[in-house]
């Protein structure tokens, strides 16, 4: 498969589960953490999903397209391995919804580098949130939920915290 049908691919797993995420968490109170905001296409994408909702977003140096970038109060810059567990000190688990998306799309990279982030994804999540991932979350409090229908094994990953 192409990098180009697999990009294709990632894109639109990614559309199904945070359509079905947002729908899982439709009217339960809490606030909604994107980690990683890239281009902003899922930030976007979430904002127009959850009206309304406090989006946090995480980004170690933000470059979106100027129409996704977050309201300077729901951004936090600098390296998530620092700023996630400073926002846990502050907030709680306090997300009902969190989606990960922060890897770099070389495995042998992501496995070293984000062998911090389960730990740190479950602290902020509260007791039945949905956690969403591009990138397998292994942690006690995470227990992996099915996909939506149409999303391939491996293509994306869901869990809801457990307490």
Do not use: C
């Not at 990683?36 to 909702?53: A, C, K």
């Not at 980004?59 to 567990?85: C, H, I, K, W, Y």
């Not at 509260?126 to 006690?140: F, K, N, Q, R, Y």
Request: charged share 20%; aromatic share 8%.
């Amino acid at each position: 498969m192409s990098r180009l049908d697999s990009f294709i691919r990632r894109l639109e797993a990614q559309r199904t589960v945070l359509n079905w995420a947002a729908s899982a968490i439709e009217g339960k109170d809490g606030i909604v953490l994107e980690l990683g905001l890239g281009n902003g296409r899922t930030y976007d994408h979430l904002r127009e999903l959850l009206p309304g909702r406090a989006i946090h977003v995480f980004e170690r140096n933000p470059q979106p397209n100027p129409r996704s970038m977050p309201p300077e109060r729901f951004l936090v810059v600098g390296d998530m391995a620092q700023t996630l567990p400073a926002f846990g000190e502050r907030h709680g688990a306090a997300a009902v919804l969190v989606h990960v998306d922060v890897t770099t799309g070389a495995p042998e990279r992501d496995i070293i580098a984000f062998s911090w982030l389960p730990a740190h994804t479950a602290a902020l999540a509260m007791t039945g949130a949905i956690v969403v991932s591009g990138w397998p979350l292994e942690h006690d409090k995470l227990e992996a939920v099915p996909l939506p229908e149409g999303v391939p094994d491996g293509r994306y990953f869901a869990y809801r915290r457990v307490a």
